[in-house]
């Protein structure tokens, strides 16, 4: 079955740049989203379809997917982008399954 | 306002039954697939059960395949999760989402507050 790897943490310090990798095997030839989960909330998109931002999200998240790692960015990190973030596909090439990344901390 | 608010949870023993609900409002219900997503306390996010929207395709992770039964009432904006034997480590927080697109395909762009089930 398809499996994402995600980084357990990463640490940056306030108006630096995070990068936050979920890497599958040719993860570049799908559409990958992600999300935003801080303690006690249920999870929020931040970047859908690879590199979309829905409504409401700062510029300063973007994505980036090519080859076996997809990528979320995040510039000018504030104290208030710590959470926990996930990476996730829809793998059409086994029987109709969604699979999210283990999930990175990020610390700031 | 996109509203999901779940029911249904609570507690169970294991190899009982449970059945979870999703009421829908402020958008159009009929035309997006829509999800459950489980978070047991301390872990990851994992996917149940997603259906798109008009049940012609409907997937589950390995580990509840046929114990679980995703279904969605048009009519009545509802989703519906049916658990059947569970296990404690069923035990969780499911979360209903609403997907971006009509198939399981987009993103999650909609999450409900969650409802609990302890095995």
């Known amino acids: 079955s398809y499996v994402l790897t995600q980084p357990p943490s990463v640490s940056v310090a306030p108006g630096q740049t995070a990068s936050i990798t979920c890497g599958g095997n040719n993860i570049g030839s799908k559409g990958v989203h992600w999300y935003q989960q801080k303690p006690g909330q249920a999870p929020l998109l931040v970047v859908y379809d690879n590199i979309d931002r829905p409504s409401g999200i700062p510029e300063r998240f973007s994505g980036a997917n090519s080859g076996n790692t997809a990528t979320l960015t995040i510039s000018r990190v504030e104290a208030g982008d710590e959470a926990d973030y996930y990476c996730q596909v829809w793998d059409s090439s086994s029987d109709h399954r969604l699979i999210f990344g283990g999930g990175t901390k990020l610390t700031v | 306002e996109v509203q999901l608010v779940e029911s249904g949870g609570g507690l169970v023993q294991p190899g009982r039954s449970l059945r979870l609900s999703c009421a829908a409002s402020?958008?159009?219900?009929?035309?997006?697939?829509m999800h459950w997503v489980r978070q047991a306390p301390g872990k990851g996010l994992e996917w149940v059960s997603g259906i798109s929207w008009n049940s012609g395709r409907i997937g589950y992770a390995d580990s509840v395949k046929g114990r679980f039964t995703i279904s969605r009432d048009n009519a009545k904006n509802s989703l519906f999760l049916q658990m059947n034997s569970l296990r404690v480590e069923d035990m969780a927080l499911y979360y209903c989402?609403?997907?971006?697109?009509?198939?399981?395909?987009?993103?999650?762009?909609?999450w409900g507050q969650g409802t609990t089930v302890t095995v």
């Open positions: 989402t609403k997907d971006a697109v009509d198939i399981l395909t987009g993103g999650m762009d909609v």
């Open positions: 402020g958008f159009r219900f009929d035309e997006y697939a």
